[in-house]
């Protein structure tokens, strides 16, 4: 008897999960669809993003073979190209090539390159304040001081590892245009700073000890 009963309970079983797939056959054939259509698309974007990425590295590879060799024709546009990309790895070099080797002479063009990289690339924070620092750096021989303290703000406002760097880089600012008591300031922000890299802590060090005798 509790056998029949046992297969009796089976069978209504089965019969109900039997019915429930035929009452939304279409309601999972369409979930299921979407859930392979996701997966695809996930591994196609992934593949396309590679793909698009190799093209780059290929495009940034030619262009500085070419401009070491000497056939600089097309390099400029090529590099700017590459920046506008917006690649993580790729318009970084491409900015940085540019800069080194002088192939543009128009400071405007330049930061506008650098607001590219630092505004609409998706990159790494470290990475990204590194490219403010360099901004500074790059504007630091032409720029105001309220421009070029406007550049580092987000760096001496900030807990980053490159904090340092951009008060040295101030303080030099400075110290180059004998502005001794601002450039102080900046020298002495260093020495107070709990993760100042080591290396400019000691010359801020020295410069205090030397200009300063403290």
Known sequence: MEEDISIINKN???EKIKNFFINNK?????????IILIIFGYFAYG???DKK?????????????????????N????????????????????????????????????????????????????????IIFK????????????????????LINSKSVWKSHALYLMAEYFYSKNQKQKAKEFYNQIITLENSNE?????????LRRDFGE
């Open 135 to 154: 901004k500074g750096l790059f504007n630091s021989d032409f720029e105001t001081e309220n421009n070029l303290i406007s550049i580092l703000n987000p």
């Open 75 to 130: 390099v400029k546009k090529e590099l700017i190209e590459i920046i506008n990309e917006k690649d993580t790895a790729y318009s970084p070099l491409a900015l940085y090539f540019i800069i080194d080797n002088n192939i543009e002479s128009n400071n405007e063009e330049i930061n506008k390159y650098f607001d590219i990289l630092i505004n609409e690339v998706k990159l790494d924070k470290e990475i990204k304040n590194l």
């Open 199 to 207: 290396n400019i802590k000691l010359e801020a060090q020295k410069k």
């Open 53 to 73: 990425r190799i093209k780059i590295a290929e495009k940034y590879n030619s262009a500085t073979i070419n401009y070491i060799s000497g056939n600089k024709a």
């Open 26 to 34: 279409k309601q999972l054939i369409i979930s299921i669809s979407v």
């Open 12 to 14: 209504t079983r089965n």
């Open 47 to 49: 593949d396309f993003k």
